[in-house]
């Protein structure tokens, strides 16, 4: 039964339009809309329509100051997820105040306004060229396994220009260059590394001059390392960090950062707990960032070892 304090359906309608049916908490935005397969006519939504205080007495963050009418209204609505509707209330929702659900619904409206006719991948395209190098070892390493074995074994020189070419492959896919744009990528739009910006500059020199003098090494065991911490280094991002604009330039166009995912402001003041946490965040995003860079390093190292063992 719909209750007074509920949100009218023309509410609802506006609010999930501004937040472009993407869930507001800044360390989830996921998309809460999606059409059915098997019916055309139908939608999938996980979207809600939460309130920032409770509609009744007794529920999360309930202000008996505010009226009826303006509990019900669109300034106390926040558009989130199923899950993040459900995470808000946990415990009388303690753990959110409304002033904190203000700052999302603030910030998420002010973002979906920033990529108006933006790709929004172009924000996470970091954390995505990462999954395409987890990707492309995987089928680097498929080629390798199943095609070398079947060759026959007197033909060494046909197995020799077969690795060689798939070492082409490989190393076009897996260039120094592709990671180091990837890794680069996520520095500079972590806005609280600019402060760090010689450790950027010294880490985008190791990577350019790299050389090529390799140890032998054990291939297998530095595969599996490099893709661990890729898949630490993403995520430590996609937990504890969010792409935010921070800069909007007169011509539209604008510069992401990185964020940690934290209560507290620009300046990394607010919440005293969180505020330590801050510096937690920068320092586990480097240590994160040169451990991928130092396994792929070695991977590399090893697999070029690998060929040349033929
Ligand atoms: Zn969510």
Redesign the pocket.
């Known amino acids: 039964m719909r209750r007074e304090a509920d949100f009218k359906a023309k509410t609802i309608n506006t609010l999930q339009k501004r937040a472009a049916f993407i869930?507001s908490?800044p360390s989830?935005k996921?998309l809460t809309l999606a059409p059915s397969e098997v019916d055309s006519h139908k939608i999938i939504s996980i979207g809600v329509a939460a309130h920032i205080t409770a509609a009744e007495e007794n529920g999360p963050r309930f202000n008996k100051d505010i009226s009826l009418e303006n509990r019900s209204s669109i300034k106390n609505a926040i558009f989130?997820?199923s899950?993040?509707a459900s995470l808000i209330d946990k415990n009388g929702g303690i753990d959110y105040s409304t002033d904190l659900l203000k700052k999302w619904k603030i910030d998420h409206e002010k973002w979906v306004r920033a990529n108006l006719n933006k790709n929004i991948s172009n924000s996470t395209q970091a954390v995505s060229n990462i999954n395409n190098i987890s990707n492309k070892i995987i089928t680097s390493e498929y080629y390798i396994e199943n095609y070398s074995g079947n060759l026959p074994l007197t033909s060494v020189e046909r197995k020799r220009q077969h690795d060689i070419g798939i070492f082409s492959q490989l190393n076009s896919d897996l260039s120094e260059e592709f990671l180091k744009d990837t890794l680069d990528t996520i520095s500079a739009y972590d806005a609280i590394m600019r402060n760090r910006i010689n450790e950027v500059s010294d880490f985008i020199r190791k990577a350019t001059s790299k050389d090529f003098d390799y140890l032998n090494s054990n291939l297998q065991k530095y595969k599996k390392e490099f893709l661990t911490s890729l898949d630490s280094l993403k995520g430590f991002v996609n937990t504890h960090f969010f792409f935010y604009p921070e800069e909007i330039y007169e011509d539209g166009d604008f510069q992401l950062s990185l964020y940690p995912a934290l209560n507290i402001d620009r300046k990394g003041s607010g919440d005293p707990k969180d505020s330590v946490k801050y510096a937690d965040y920068q320092m586990k995003l480097n240590e994160e960032i040169r451990n991928a860079w130092n396994c792929y390093s070695k991977y590399r190292d090893a697999y070029k070892n690998f060929l040349r063992e033929f």
Request: hydrophobic letters at 25%; glycine letters at 0%; proline letters at 0%.
């Open positions: 869930c908490n989830c996921v989130l997820c899950n993040c």
